[in-house]
């Protein structure tokens, strides 16, 4: 009966000089991966918490102490300046809405009008809150893309409402034109306002915030993607990394002369 030799074995010595290589690429795919699923958790969760905390601050001083719940409470409780502020906007903007009200309001608007410093602030800041916050606006609603900055090269824009007629009419030419707002990358609350002929506009099918995240991501993250897929390809990716470096760890067979 023939006895079957066992495999040789290598020396740790010999091992494949990859394997230091291998072992840093699955922690970098592993980590990534990881990043990817919990970098936009954790960023939410602190710009959520940021803004109600901020709030809290603003609103806190104005609360008498009996009415805070820190009074009755061993310990504080985040949101409830958020809470007495939304309760406060809708009671004002209830109030206004009646004839004594506005009666007010006009009135404050009046004396604002009366400064030359503050009334130029006043007024462009409650065109644009009209503007963005009203129900049947549609600033900003509509993406397109113009040529810009030079022929042959294409720009997201967020178009916005037609010219005045004082602006319409000293635009050269007969065609009509409309105001667009091109965002740079990576902050697109910076950018580029001009005035454009509605031939040059390309109206594409895209909500204002998938143009806002494409932008913000400088193309990396494209309309329509799902998030739970990329994380899932990553993880793919980290695993046929991890099989890979296994298979470069495994030892050359030996060649028989």
């Not at 603003?58 to 409780?77: D, H, N, S, W």
């Not at 009646?98 to 065109?127: F, M, S, W």
């Not at 902050?187 to 454009?196: A, D, E, I, R």
Request: neutral net charge; proline residues 10%.
């Amino acid at each position: 009966m023939n006895r079957q030799e066992p495999p040789p074995t290598v020396p740790p010595s010999e091992s494949h000089p990859d394997a230091p290589r291998g072992l840093m690429a699955r922690f970098r795919n592993y980590f990534l991966t990881g990043l990817v699923v919990a970098g936009p958790i954790a960023i939410t969760f602190y710009l959520t918490w940021w803004f109600v905390t901020w709030v809290d601050g603003l609103v806190r001083p104005f609360v008498p102490i009996a009415y805070r719940p820190e009074t009755y409470l061993p310990f504080g409780l985040p949101g409830s300046g958020l809470i007495v502020a939304v309760i406060a906007l809708t009671l004002l903007g209830f109030l206004t809405a009646n004839l004594i009200g506005r009666t007010l309001v006009d009135l404050g608007e009046r004396l604002l009008g009366r400064i030359p410093a503050v009334r130029a602030i006043y007024r462009g800041l409650k065109q644009v809150f009209e503007t963005l916050f009203s129900g049947n606006g549609s600033s900003f609603r509509r993406v397109g893309i113009v040529e810009f900055p030079s022929p042959g090269m294409w720009s997201i824009v967020l178009i916005s409402q037609a010219p005045s007629v004082e602006i319409a009419n000293s635009l050269p030419g007969q065609e009509e034109h409309i105001s667009v707002f091109l965002p740079c990358a990576p902050n697109p609350t910076t950018g580029f306002f001009f005035y454009v002929p509605k031939s040059k506009i390309i109206e594409i099918d895209m909500s204002a915030e998938d143009a806002a995240t494409l932008i913000m991501s400088a193309g990396v993250v494209q309309p329509g993607s799902d998030p739970q897929k990329k994380a899932a390809a990553l993880a793919g990716m980290a695993n046929a990394a991890r099989v890979a470096n296994a298979a470069t760890l495994q030892p050359a067979p030996m060649k028989v002369e």
